[in-house]
């Protein structure tokens, strides 16, 4: 056997003739093939003509094989001329050639290839040699990839599942794996489990290896448990799994154990497999010796993702267990990140303080990290993405935790008396979101947050304090000045800012509308957002309130002061079908993208739990269906005519209709002699809420809306609209 590095001679470019030369010259006294054993290594490297097929020496086979899988997919034409050695090969009394001539001709996805596999493969499946018939079970995947319709014809599928009841391992990991393949492709077969079928996997798993060891507990997700005591005996059995070294293997037992678990009835044995899935996932590191986050960080973020969507589903399995996740000064950016949102998910009211002390160690004061602990694991460094988010997480424990609110509340104080830019500004976007969570509790520290306001220049943290302004305009005795400051650069900021001015300047006017400074700020808003802007939302926006403030200030300070709901951590989590679905996937990509493999591999087939009477009942209220959709393979005509289109009653109404569809109108067919009151609600009879007769202008006082000082009010809707077009008149008003 060559030693490594002892062929890099050969990978040096030299002429077809010169390499032809050699090749010829090699055929003469070369008993040993060493000549053309080394001039094959020549032209494998160069990747050119190949003559020697039909040398018996195994190690110049394989070269040669190597060149036809490039050669025969580059110049199809030509690999007809090897067929018959290729045939002769899969006859051959040696296991190792027949194998490897297999497994070269289902690499060649030509037709004259296929077409000679057909035979020669159905012998190899049958092989006296395991080790023939478990690359031939591989083949028939290549083969299925290649021509589907032909691999079905010729049965191979069936001869597949006969072979998942082989009595060597290898060949059962193999004709499961192929079956996997086929199965996943959305134009392929439904490959599904029976019970016995699924203990004979179990008894060939622990001969098995690693890889074949994953196949198997892969595929036991397609059986679907008919009894609840079936689901807890195959639990039971493959357990033991978690203890492997393999990380893979560990993944995959957990993902087969988090299936089951849908379909066990036990509640101990629910709780026995959380504890036991805790250790190799990373609960005791200190003391294990081979866990997934001790390996290298690549590993520690398939982990991490994957841990994600577990707590989310199971948080017992490492509820107690939150210090596995502090962060260490080595670790990359990704994995910080990770470990952060998981902090964040396991926190509750009994952990809060540890969570809340290592989130605060993460964010740096003054420009530089003064991370440590009693470990020493942090060093002096600074990654803005990472203290972003332990900012905002802090925020998000408050909101999540109420008992631990005022700790977080403290946290954050004493993070914007740092006076670093990006932390303030995260401190004052999450301290918005903490008053909607807990309206009338702490308000108290808005001076604090308006003594920053020159630290804000990202749109995100501006909107927020502008937010904080105009939500307590009535409790800050300066915010007119401090709105008026920021309204100097309206027109060049981002239009999320912009309507967060908009809406703060009216909710100010609708608390303090005796103070001219307000009606003069107000006003000014109102003309930039309407005549200045070319943002149609902005507007928008700007006509309905001056409209609104027009017509009826008590219903304009109804809606837009209007109580809100307070936010919850309800969006923070994951729809329970969509979880289910991701579990499924762990230790795939999937699971690291959190999106299901069919969005983003072409021909992925989607997998969801199948309902069974041994289901549970909260995960049967979340099943997702899974439609599997079968594409005709011609396109069917159906005889006859097709079918009538309606007739249109008005050829200018439809005219119409095809320039500029009109926008629905939320009124019934009859139309009533009166407008309906802006504030939506029928049966309302405010004298207030604008004239009685609908051919009235009900925008015919905009002049004199704000008092005696408008001059030349916008004015989007004409005022020469005819009576007649009584439609138009309450599409103008709706919208």
């Not at 040096?12 to 060493?34: C, F, H, M, S």
């Not at 080394?38 to 094989?65: F, R, S």
């Given at each position: 056997?060559?030693?490594?590095?002892?062929?890099?001679?050969?990978?040096?470019?030299?002429?077809?003739?010169?390499?032809?030369?050699?090749?010829?010259?090699?055929?003469?006294?070369?008993?040993?093939?060493?000549?053309?054993?080394?001039?094959?290594?020549?032209?494998?490297?160069?990747?050119?003509?190949?003559?020697?097929?039909?040398?018996?020496?195994?190690?110049i086979k394989k070269m040669v094989y190597l060149f036809l899988v490039s050669y025969g997919k580059s110049k199809p034409d030509q690999i007809h001329i090897v067929i018959p050695?290729?045939?002769?090969?899969?006859?051959?009394?040696?296991?190792?050639?027949?194998?490897?001539?297999?497994?070269?001709?289902?690499?060649?996805?030509?037709?004259?290839?296929?077409?000679?596999?057909?035979?020669?493969?159905?012998?190899?499946?049958?092989?006296?040699?395991?080790?023939?018939?478990?690359?031939?079970?591989?083949?028939?995947?290549?083969?299925?990839?290649?021509?589907?319709?032909?691999?079905?014809?010729?049965?191979?599928?069936?001869?597949?599942?006969?072979?998942?009841?082989?009595?060597?391992?290898?060949?059962?990991?193999?004709?499961?794996?192929?079956?996997?393949?086929?199965?996943?492709?959305?134009?392929?077969?439904?490959?599904?489990?029976?019970?016995?079928?699924?203990?004979?996997?179990?008894?060939?798993?622990?001969?098995?290896?690693?890889?074949?060891?994953?196949?198997?507990?892969?595929?036991?997700?397609?059986?679907?448990?008919?009894?609840?005591?079936?689901?807890?005996?195959?639990?039971?059995?493959?357990?033991?799994?978690?203890?492997?070294?393999?990380?893979?293997?560990?993944?995959?037992?957990?993902?087969?154990?988090?299936?089951?678990?849908?379909?066990?009835?036990?509640?101990?044995?629910?709780?026995?497999?959380?504890k036991k899935m805790g250790p190799p996932l990373g609960e005791y590191v200190e003391f294990a010796e081979m866990t997934l986050l001790s390996s290298g960080p690549e590993v520690?973020?398939?982990?991490?993702?994957?841990?994600?969507?577990?707590?989310?589903?199971?948080?017992?399995?490492?509820?107690?267990?939150?210090?596995?996740?502090?962060?260490?000064?080595?670790?990359?950016?990704?994995?910080?990140?990770?470990?952060?949102?998981?902090?964040?998910?396991?926190?509750?009211?009994?952990?809060?303080?540890?969570?809340?002390?290592?989130?605060?160690?993460?964010?740096?004061?003054?420009?530089?990290?003064?991370?440590?602990?009693?470990?020493?694991?942090?060093?002096?460094?600074?990654?803005?993405?990472?203290?972003?988010?332990?900012?905002?997480?802090?925020?998000?424990?408050?909101?999540?935790?109420?008992?631990?609110?005022?700790?977080?509340?403290?946290?954050?104080?004493?993070?914007?008396?740092?006076?670093?830019?990006?932390?303030?500004?995260?401190?004052?976007?999450?301290?918005?979101?903490?008053?909607?969570?807990?309206?009338?509790?702490?308000?108290?520290?808005?001076?604090?947050?308006?003594?920053?306001?020159?630290?804000?220049?990202?749109?995100?943290?501006?909107?927020?304090?502008?937010?904080?302004?105009?939500?307590?305009?009535?409790?800050?005795?300066?915010?007119?000045?401090?709105?008026?400051?920021?309204?100097?650069?309206?027109?060049?900021?981002?239009?999320?800012?912009?309507?967060?001015?908009?809406?703060?300047?009216?909710?100010?006017?609708?608390?303090?509308?005796?103070?001219?400074?307000?009606?003069?700020?107000?006003?000014?808003?109102?003309?930039?957002?309407?005549?200045?802007?070319?943002?149609?939302?902005?507007?928008?926006?700007?006509?309905?309130?001056?409209?609104?403030?027009?017509?009826?200030?008590?219903?304009?300070?109804?809606?837009?002061?209007?109580?809100?709901?307070?936010?919850?951590?309800?969006?923070?989590?994951?729809?329970?079908?969509?979880?289910?679905?991701?579990?499924?996937?762990?230790?795939?990509?999937?699971?690291?993208?959190?999106?299901?493999?069919?969005?983003?591999?072409?021909?992925?087939?989607?997998?969801?739990?199948?309902?069974?009477?041994?289901?549970?009942?909260?995960?049967?209220?979340?099943?997702?269906?899974?439609?599997?959709?079968?594409?005709?393979?011609?396109?069917?005509?159906?005889?006859?005519?097709?079918?009538?289109?309606?007739?249109?009653?008005?050829?200018?109404?439809?005219?119409?209709?095809?320039?500029?569809?009109?926008?629905?109108?939320?009124?019934?067919?009859?139309?009533?002699?009166?407008?309906?009151?802006?504030?939506?609600?029928?049966?309302?009879?405010?004298?207030?809420?604008?004239?009685?007769?609908?051919?009235?202008?009900?925008?015919?006082?905009?002049?004199?809306?704000?008092?005696?000082?408008?001059?030349?009010?916008?004015?989007?809707?004409?005022?020469?609209?005819?009576?007649?077009?009584?439609?138009?008149?309450?599409?103008?008003?709706?919208?």
């Amino acid at each position: 056997m060559a030693q490594p590095g002892q062929d890099a001679k050969f990978f040096q470019r030299g002429k077809i003739e010169e390499l032809r030369t050699v090749l010829q010259a090699a055929e003469i006294k070369d008993k040993k093939y060493l000549k053309r054993k080394t001039a094959l290594k020549k032209i494998v490297a160069n990747i050119t003509m190949v003559q020697c097929l039909g040398t018996p020496l195994l190690e110049i086979k394989k070269m040669v094989y190597l060149f036809l899988v490039s050669y025969g997919k580059s110049k199809p034409d030509q690999i007809h001329i090897v067929i018959p050695n290729f045939l002769a090969d899969c006859s051959d009394h040696n296991p190792l050639i027949r194998a490897l001539a297999i497994r070269t001709m289902s690499y060649i996805p030509i037709p004259v290839v296929t077409d000679s596999l057909i035979e020669p493969l159905r012998h190899c499946l049958k092989d006296r040699d395991p080790y023939v018939r478990k690359t031939a079970a591989i083949c028939v995947a290549k083969l299925y990839t290649a021509d589907p319709r032909r691999a079905e014809k010729a049965g191979f599928v069936e001869m597949l599942r006969d072979l998942m009841l082989d009595g060597n391992a290898t060949v059962v990991a193999n004709a499961v794996a192929a079956l996997s393949e086929i199965g996943d492709r959305q134009d392929g077969v439904i490959f599904k489990l029976n019970l016995a079928t699924a203990n004979k996997l179990l008894t060939a798993l622990g001969e098995s290896s690693e890889w074949g060891q994953i196949y198997i507990l892969d595929t036991l997700l397609r059986y679907v448990p008919e009894r609840h005591a079936d689901a807890e005996l195959m639990a039971e059995r493959i357990i033991v799994q978690l203890q492997h070294a393999n990380s893979a293997v560990v993944l995959t037992t957990i993902k087969v154990l988090l299936y089951l678990m849908n379909y066990m009835e036990n509640r101990k044995l629910i709780d026995y497999c959380c504890k036991k899935m805790g250790p190799p996932l990373g609960e005791y590191v200190e003391f294990a010796e081979m866990t997934l986050l001790s390996s290298g960080p690549e590993v520690q973020y398939v982990a991490l993702r994957n841990i994600l969507l577990i707590i989310q589903r199971r948080p017992a399995v490492l509820k107690n267990d939150v210090k596995v996740f502090f962060c260490k000064y080595n670790d990359p950016i990704y994995v910080k990140l990770a470990k952060l949102e998981i902090m964040y998910r396991l926190a509750r009211a009994e952990n809060t303080d540890e969570v809340l002390t290592e989130l605060e160690e993460c964010v740096p004061l003054f420009g530089v990290s003064i991370l440590y602990n009693s470990e020493n694991r942090y060093a002096s460094e600074v990654d803005v993405d990472f203290v972003r988010k332990a900012v905002r997480s802090i925020g998000r424990l408050a909101i999540k935790v109420e008992a631990g609110a005022d700790k977080c509340i403290q946290v954050l104080l004493s993070l914007i008396d740092t006076k670093v830019s990006y932390v303030v500004q995260e401190a004052v976007i999450v301290t918005k979101d903490i008053f909607r969570r807990y309206p009338g509790k702490y308000e108290g520290i808005i001076p604090k947050l308006c003594e920053n306001l020159d630290l804000l220049d990202e749109p995100e943290s501006k909107a927020a304090m502008v937010w904080i302004l105009g939500q307590f305009s009535n409790r800050i005795d300066n915010a007119d000045e401090l709105l008026d400051d920021l309204l100097y650069t309206f027109l060049d900021e981002s239009v999320e800012v912009q309507l967060a001015l908009l809406t703060a300047a009216v909710k100010l006017f609708i608390y303090k509308s005796n103070l001219d400074s307000t009606k003069t700020l107000v006003h000014k808003v109102l003309k930039w957002a309407t005549e200045n802007v070319d943002n149609p939302d902005l507007r928008d926006r700007g006509f309905m309130y001056w409209r609104m403030l027009a017509v009826n200030p008590s219903v304009a300070s109804s809606i837009v002061l209007a109580e809100k709901p307070a936010i919850t951590t309800d969006s923070d989590r994951m729809d329970r079908g969509a979880l289910d679905q991701l579990l499924l996937h762990t230790g795939t990509l999937g699971s690291i993208y959190h999106k299901n493999p069919e969005t983003f591999i072409r021909n992925a087939a989607g997998k969801a739990l199948t309902d069974s009477p041994a289901l549970n009942p909260s995960s049967r209220a979340a099943l997702v269906p899974l439609p599997r959709p079968q594409l005709p393979p011609a396109t069917i005509n159906v005889p006859g005519p097709g079918p009538t289109e309606p007739q249109i009653r008005s050829t200018a109404s439809n005219a119409d209709l095809d320039t500029k569809p009109a926008p629905p109108i939320p009124f019934s067919s009859a139309i009533p002699n009166t407008t309906r009151p802006l504030s939506g609600h029928e049966g309302d009879d405010d004298e207030d809420d604008g004239p009685s007769s609908a051919a009235t202008d009900p925008y015919s006082n905009l002049d004199g809306a704000f008092g005696d000082y408008l001059q030349e009010v916008p004015r989007p809707i004409s005022t020469g609209i005819q009576q007649t077009n009584r439609h138009a008149d309450l599409d103008d008003l709706l919208f």
